[in-house]
């Protein structure tokens, strides 16, 4: 499995090195475990959720229950069931045997039985398309796109294809005599690309970066982000379309990239060593081609990982989590300065201005950190405690407490 995205609280898109992408849903099971363990509330369509999953045997997906067939074998009698060892193998004997079981205190940690049995979400669409492996997979912030790569090594693979979350298909255009087809991928990259990021709150961009080096910004069409399964676009490419490419962003492979949370500016993480903040585009106008020049943070190591908290701390600051190479966390800050009417209030800080702080060794990894992400929301506890999580390639995923 190479990436995933949430694009609703219980769906999921996750895409591997089988060129396939899977969308999973959750189980009235797991919803009902998860509101004991945590005080969020059951999601609205928790009835029309399958009651339970399981892998059947000789299965490659997981296969969703639902209510009939579990009441269809609790109305069996038990010792039948348990002598026929061919109805036992089936899934939805497994599953109904889960739903009936005894799921534990209420707000008790689950045991690993409970686990195995409660924890499978249903697979409930395949999207197709891509010709090989898949690397990168976002999801809207509307929850109404998703854009996905694959890995390439020229322009004709290194496409981004959309989907629409409605439908599980690519979005229609106006074609000849208005007959609507689907959209064209899009193209700028000639190489992987390594990561895509929808910008807050609106998603009025998609941003793209390479292992081309290079970095390209697709602004939202006309219509984009309606909930209207039938809307057709009129540009070719659908729901967004090429506004901004820049060639030879970074000096190596642009690894990582993150919008700040009002989307003013955006950061591209390489293995140059170096961030750099580039400031939104006014305008996608091709007569007015992409001239801001970047801020450039430099590090002693590859920066392999970056994500800014999504919202501005303390009212005014800017936050930006980085991974290093080695395996190093870094924290750093800078003021946002509001000055009303001027033009430098839409830049992003200037390098002096960013404040670095570093995780204790013991809370950082030993292996190049590949992703971080920050809490959607503040702690409960404090409104200046922030939980940030990281993955790396020494087979860890730690979840720290930041207090800014």
């Given at each position: 499995m190479r990436c995933a995205a949430?694009?609703?609280?219980?769906?999921?898109?996750?895409?591997?090195?089988?060129?396939?992408?899977?969308v999973f849903t959750a189980t009235q099971q797991?919803?009902?475990?998860?509101?004991?363990?945590?005080?969020?509330?059951?999601?609205?369509?928790f009835a029309s959720l399958a009651v339970g999953a399981s892998l059947p045997v000789l299965g490659l997906s997981n296969k969703a229950v639902d209510e009939e067939q579990v009441r269809a074998l609790q109305e069996t009698d038990t010792n039948a069931l348990d002598d026929n060892y061919h109805v036992?193998?089936?899934?939805?004997?497994?599953?109904?045997?889960a739903a009936m079981s005894n799921t534990g205190g209420a707000?008790?940690?689950?045991?690993?039985?409970?686990?195995?049995?409660?924890?499978?979400?249903?697979?409930?669409?395949?999207?197709?398309?891509?010709?090989?492996e898949i690397f990168a997979v976002a999801a809207a912030h509307s929850g109404d796109w998703i854009a996905t790569a694959c890995k390439a090594s020229s322009e004709k693979y290194a496409a981004i294809r959309v989907y629409s979350t409605h439908t599980w298909q690519p979005p229609s255009v106006r074609g000849a005599g208005d007959e609507p087809v689907t959209a064209t991928p899009l193209s700028a990259h000639s190489l992987t690309i390594t990561r895509m990021r929808f910008s807050p709150p609106s998603d009025q961009w998609l941003l793209s970066v390479s292992r081309d080096r290079s970095w390209t910004l697709f602004e939202k069409t006309t219509a984009a982000g309606s909930t209207n399964k039938e809307v057709v676009f009129d540009a070719?490419?659908?729901p967004y379309h090429l506004a901004h490419h820049q060639a030879k962003a970074h000096a190596r492979i642009i690894w990582d990239a993150a919008w700040s949370p009002d989307a003013r500016f955006f950061a591209t993480a390489s293995r140059d060593k170096s961030i750099k903040l580039w400031p939104t585009?006014?305008?996608?106008?091709?007569?007015?081609?992409?001239?801001?020049?970047p801020v450039v943070l430099t590090f002693s190591e590859s920066v392999t990982a970056v994500d800014f908290l999504p919202a501005l701390a303390l009212g005014n600051k800017y936050v930006l989590a980085v991974g290093l190479e080695n395996g190093q966390i870094l924290v750093l800050t800078a003021g946002s300065e509001e000055k009303e009417g001027e033009a430098a209030s839409l830049?992003?800080?200037s390098s002096e201005k960013w404040e670095t702080f570093?995780?204790?060794?013991?809370?950082?990894?030993?292996?190049?950190?590949?992703?971080?992400?920050?809490?959607?929301?503040?702690?409960e506890n404090s409104s200046r405690e922030w939980m940030l999580a990281s993955a790396s390639d020494d087979q860890a995923i730690r979840i720290v407490s930041v207090v800014l």
């Amino acid at each position: 499995m190479r990436c995933a995205a949430f694009v609703a609280p219980y769906v999921y898109v996750s895409g591997a090195d089988e060129k396939v992408l899977r969308v999973f849903t959750a189980t009235q099971q797991f919803a009902s475990a998860w509101q004991a363990l945590t005080p969020d509330a059951l999601v609205p369509e928790f009835a029309s959720l399958a009651v339970g999953a399981s892998l059947p045997v000789l299965g490659l997906s997981n296969k969703a229950v639902d209510e009939e067939q579990v009441r269809a074998l609790q109305e069996t009698d038990t010792n039948a069931l348990d002598d026929n060892y061919h109805v036992r193998l089936t899934h939805t004997d497994v599953v109904a045997n889960a739903a009936m079981s005894n799921t534990g205190g209420a707000g008790e940690p689950p045991l690993e039985e409970h686990l195995l049995r409660h924890t499978l979400w249903p697979e409930t669409d395949k999207l197709y398309g891509h010709p090989y492996e898949i690397f990168a997979v976002a999801a809207a912030h509307s929850g109404d796109w998703i854009a996905t790569a694959c890995k390439a090594s020229s322009e004709k693979y290194a496409a981004i294809r959309v989907y629409s979350t409605h439908t599980w298909q690519p979005p229609s255009v106006r074609g000849a005599g208005d007959e609507p087809v689907t959209a064209t991928p899009l193209s700028a990259h000639s190489l992987t690309i390594t990561r895509m990021r929808f910008s807050p709150p609106s998603d009025q961009w998609l941003l793209s970066v390479s292992r081309d080096r290079s970095w390209t910004l697709f602004e939202k069409t006309t219509a984009a982000g309606s909930t209207n399964k039938e809307v057709v676009f009129d540009a070719s490419t659908g729901p967004y379309h090429l506004a901004h490419h820049q060639a030879k962003a970074h000096a190596r492979i642009i690894w990582d990239a993150a919008w700040s949370p009002d989307a003013r500016f955006f950061a591209t993480a390489s293995r140059d060593k170096s961030i750099k903040l580039w400031p939104t585009p006014a305008s996608s106008s091709a007569a007015a081609p992409y001239a801001c020049k970047p801020v450039v943070l430099t590090f002693s190591e590859s920066v392999t990982a970056v994500d800014f908290l999504p919202a501005l701390a303390l009212g005014n600051k800017y936050v930006l989590a980085v991974g290093l190479e080695n395996g190093q966390i870094l924290v750093l800050t800078a003021g946002s300065e509001e000055k009303e009417g001027e033009a430098a209030s839409l830049l992003p800080p200037s390098s002096e201005k960013w404040e670095t702080f570093s995780l204790s060794p013991k809370d950082a990894h030993v292996a190049t950190v590949h992703r971080l992400a920050w809490r959607p929301k503040v702690s409960e506890n404090s409104s200046r405690e922030w939980m940030l999580a990281s993955a790396s390639d020494d087979q860890a995923i730690r979840i720290v407490s930041v207090v800014l």
